[in-house]
């Protein structure tokens, strides 16, 4: 139950630290983040659970990594699915909390609120109208490098003690690259969080690419590291 409670915080610091600053910063009048902000505040919120819980659980907050270190060997089958409730919940938390303070602005439309909620999306749903295929492509193959970065980092032989930055790092990278593309999603508990708690018609509709390219990616990455590595389960 520990570990269940440490994925559900994570996940909670992911959403709520990634999206708050998408929702609340990116686009405040003149001192606004930017998408370099939004980048870095997904990274960080990685870097500092995985260093907070990351002995408890194993830092997750992510069923597509769940799925991917079980396929790498690295996490028992009969965890999974715990652990992807615990992350979904988690992420629907804190998206909760962040509806509740992002509609509490003076003035602030809601209708409008909820198609700008740190959605993932592709076509009209994209920040940059990027089509269905660059969207599956891209998120495959970015929660692919993300599951390599992780099983790799988290190595015996990797030095210790230095897997968060790391991990930290690559998701800042994987948001600089693909933000334009879909929102970056490579986590479907942060996809379905958002998506649920704005109740976005067309969130809810794309939602099953956020599902499906991250747990793709996740197993592809995982079988690659294993491939490089056979003596790294």
């Not at 969207?135 to 970015?142: G, K, P, R």
Request: hydrophobic fraction near 55%.
């Amino acid at each position: 139950m520990k570990a269940y409670g440490a994925e559900f915080f994570g996940t909670f610091w992911l959403v709520f630290g990634g999206c708050g600053s998408a929702v609340l910063a990116a686009g405040f009048p003149q001192f606004g983040i930017a998408f370099a902000g939004v980048a870095l505040a997904f990274g960080l919120t990685v870097l500092t659970m995985a260093y907070a819980v990351g002995h408890i659980s194993g830092g997750h907050f992510n069923p597509a990594i769940s799925i991917g270190l079980c396929v790498g060997g690295r996490f028992p089958a009969s965890q999974v699915i715990p652990y992807i409730v615990s992350q979904v919940l988690g992420g629907i938390a804190a998206a909760t909390v962040l509806w509740v303070i992002a509609s509490g602005k003076t003035g602030v439309d809601v209708t409008n609120l909820s198609h700008h909620f740190a959605l993932n999306g592709y076509g009209e749903g994209s920040p940059d109208h990027y089509s269905m295929i660059s969207a599956l492509i891209i998120e495959i193959v970015l929660t692919a490098f993300f599951l390599i970065v992780i099983m790799g980092s988290t190595s015996k032989r990797a030095p210790a003690g230095f897997a968060p930055i790391a991990i930290g790092l690559a998701l800042t990278l994987i948001h600089l690259i693909s933000i334009p593309v879909t929102n970056t999603s490579v986590n479907p508990a942060r996809s379905t969080a958002v998506a649920v708690v704005s109740m976005d018609p067309l969130a809810l509709q794309q939602l099953w690419l956020f599902w499906v390219a991250p747990i793709i990616g996740g197993v592809l990455g995982a079988s690659i590291y294993r491939f490089l590595d056979k003596n790294d389960a």
